[in-house]
């Protein structure tokens, strides 16, 4: 994919036909020892695809001029994780997808021990809301859920000096960046994945963003700038690009040079 400057509603437009490239996969082939992962993979490729229709939705609804790029560009960073996530995942296809299937125990566990706490919270609705929530759900499944998680745990546990038992913070044991380096997308994350962190954490950038400077005052407005609805799509459309390649060569619906050529917009 060369690097080339292309309008906001050249990526807008490079993402629809990467989108309806996507729609085209039909039913996968499933790779004999790794049905698990193949599971995975359309599932990855469908948020993909459904993130990437979601933007363009937004930008039929709201026009150019009130896109709200805050949401645009907080789904465009799901669409990096799940990218990261599906390359880091198709290293080892059978293990690590079986691993982050089984992580679910240790979510539900998780869930489960939240709520037990919270039974004894000092505030009474919390406190009402728990309880209640443990009696419908909880009750039921405790056992159960006891017993997957220890049977799994240990997938999810590290042990340092003198034994020290440390369990993972998610499902690899690994960050995103620490992902990301491994499945080459180093710079991708030190500078698309940066940026987009902004308006998921609500950093001073999110604010300087929306703020008008008047030699009279300050205002605030939600007014998108061609810039950012222009970001929106061409981070979207690299990171769906990424990951339909990915696809293709894994289930061989499409190949590269496909997914190239939907960035031959016609007002290129």
Known sequence: MAVRPLTADQ????????????????????????????????????????????????????????????????????????DVTAHYIGQEPSHRAHQYIAFESVLKKHEMDTCAKHRGSKDPQWRDAMCLLWRKRWAQEEQEVNAQYDQMRHQFETR????????????SGKSIRQMAVEVEHEEAYDVFYADLSSFTHADVRLANRFLRLHADGMTWSQRAREFDVGSVFRYAAIFLTCHLKLFGQQFGVWDAQTVE??????ES
Not at 52 to 70: D, M, Q, Y
Not at 261 to 266: A, P
């Open 11 to 82: 990526h807008r437009q490079v993402l629809s036909q990467l989108l309806d490239l996507g729609r085209t996969f039909g039913k996968s082939p499933v790779r004999s020892a790794d049905i698990e992962y193949t599971s995975l993979m359309v599932c990855f490729l469908l948020h993909e695809i459904s993130a990437a229709n979601s933007l363009l939705r937004l930008r039929e609804a709201f026009g150019e001029a009130w896109f709200p790029t805050t949401v645009g560009y907080i789904v465009a960073r799901s669409m990096f994780e799940t």
């Open 160 to 171: 340092g000096k003198g034994g020290k038992v440390t369990s993972f913070h998610n499902w």
């Open 261 to 266: 050529r939907c960035w031959n917009s016609e």
